[in-house]
């Protein structure tokens, strides 16, 4: 082999190619598929946020997490836990250091793009009945049709008892749909734009056909519906009007591929980070400073609420934890470091207009860091200082962690923002990272093994960092 030239050898020194994960490191293919096998179980499990609270839960409880008592002072190595309102988690492992020293966080959501039913959903139209439905996030109206769907959510009863609905998951329970028209009666609905090609109006579930025999009954499907729902959770119509119910994909996730090397599924946003993160931090053993793990709710709606990053939840539990062990909260909030881990687009090459290829984010090539995000002219964003994105990337290079950073898209046209404004609103330097998704935002995400493990990688690395 002929020796490189003097600028050969500054090629090498000086310029940047990236390169993908497993093409550089074939024991990072195993590793990371069977790392995707707990995260397609978790995934299954989790289809809306309060499941995926319930599912974490167990989960910290299973590694010997206890409960947070407020009034309680804690000694490194504890390990600690709440749920916010059954639909938020905060888990964290007390750190050697003072809590003045800093907090290490991690956050990631829960809540993906869904529809809602309405609080008066049910209704039957032509010997059919249907709910209605109000979509949450951002939804391509369109993408829902002609699937099967799924029901998951909570009634609450008269007497305040509440119980749990989930039917469409189970291979022997029925599924539910949204239709729309035969190719051959289009036309009219081929002239709309795409953003309209299903209506909001026009999201209706279709549920039942079955009537009541009695001539007397006006609506005799719907009520042969409600009879169902009655005999099975004790409800009556009323009963909609303070419930929670969310419609989701009913199939389950699916290694994508010849070579398996992608899991396709609804809901890796943003559970293809939370699903690391926790698992990163409950193997935390003996950290240097206190982690935080937040799987916090309501990003896809603006972060509001008393589950959402708005809320001071999160910030509430660390002033506690320092004003029980007598320490100052605004000195270990400007100390603390966070990693908001939240996905972004995966360029595309199907779409390839859509994306600037130069400042892309690539599935296969590690963990994608964002120094800012928002929309434009960086409208919205929190954008990380130099040298806490050199931190973290030094720290990821010295952990063997393949990394990669970019933008999201071309810049006009759109953009996007997470939850890490809310964090750095804290006084709290923050960096925004995550797994790189391809069909963002539909019924049917994908992403790649390597990128899901370079994720847990990079937040073990981060936990543990002294």
């Known amino acids: 082999m002929a020796e490189k030239t003097p600028n050969q050898q500054l090629a090498e020194k000086l310029l940047y190619k990236p390169a993908y994960v497993t093409d550089k490191d074939a024991d990072v293919k195993q590793k990371a598929h069977d790392f995707a096998e707990g995260y397609k179980k978790f995934l299954d499990n989790g289809k809306t946020e309060r499941e995926v609270a319930a599912e974490s839960e167990q989960m910290l409880k299973d590694a010997g997490y206890v409960e947070f008592d407020p009034k309680k002072t804690y000694k490194p190595g504890d390990k600690v836990y709440f749920v916010q309102f059954k639909k938020a988690v905060v888990a964290a492992t007390i750190g050697t250091r003072s809590f003045e020293d800093g907090f290490r966080l991690v956050i990631a959501h829960t809540d993906s793009p869904r529809l809602d039913l309405r609080p008066t959903p049910l209704y039957e139209s032509d010997h059919l009945s249907y709910f209605k439905t109000h979509y949450y996030g951002g939804v391509r109206k369109y993408q829902w049709g002609t699937m099967p769907l799924s029901i998951h959510g ?47 109006e026009e999201l209706n579930i279709l ?44 199939y389950k996730s699916r290694d994508v591929g010849f070579d398996r090397s992608m899991v396709g599924s609804y809901g890796h946003d943003d559970r293809v980070d939370a699903y690391p993160a926790l698992v990163a931090e409950i193997e935390t053993k003996n950290p240097a400073y206190t982690t935080v793990c937040v799987l916090t709710d309501k990003e896809e709606i603006g972060s509001d609420g008393v589950t959402g990053m708005q809320s001071m939840y999160a910030f509430h539990f660390m002033q506690e934890l320092c004003r029980a062990a007598g320490q100052d909260d605004i000195i270990a909030f400007r100390n603390s ?58 720290m990821l290079d010295k952990g063997n962690v393949a990394w990669q950073i970019g933008e999201l898209g071309r810049l006009d046209l759109g953009g996007g923002g997470t939850i890490a404004k809310y964090v750095a609103n804290r006084g709290i330097p923050v960096l925004d990272i995550g797994v790189p998704v391809l069909s963002m935002h539909s019924p049917f995400e994908v992403i790649h093994k390597s990128d899901l493990y370079m994720a847990y990688r990079a937040f073990t690395l981060f936990n543990n960092a002294q």
């Open 154 to 200: 909570v009634f609450t009863r008269d007497d305040g008892s509440t119980v749990t609905v989930r039917v469409g998951e189970d291979e022997n329970d029925p599924v539910f749909c949204i239709t729309d028209l035969l190719p051959h009666l289009g036309a009219e609905q081929n002239a709309r734009t795409l953003k309209d090609g299903i209506k909001a």
């Open 207 to 250: 549920i039942g056909s079955d009537a009541v025999e009695d001539e007397e009954v006006k609506e005799a499907v719907k009520l042969n519906t409600m009879i169902l729902l009655n005999e099975k959770y004790g409800i009556t119509e009323k009963e909609f009007m303070r419930a929670e119910i969310e419609i989701t994909p009913a």
């Open 337 to 394: 470091v966070c990693l908001s881990a939240d996905v972004t687009a995966a360029y595309d090459p199907s779409w390839a207009s859509a994306f600037e290829p130069m400042n892309g984010t690539y599935a296969g090539r590690g963990i994608a860091i964002f120094k800012y995000t928002g929309s434009g002219s960086k409208g919205s964003a929190s954008d990380a200082c130099a040298e806490l994105v050199s931190d973290i990337t030094r």
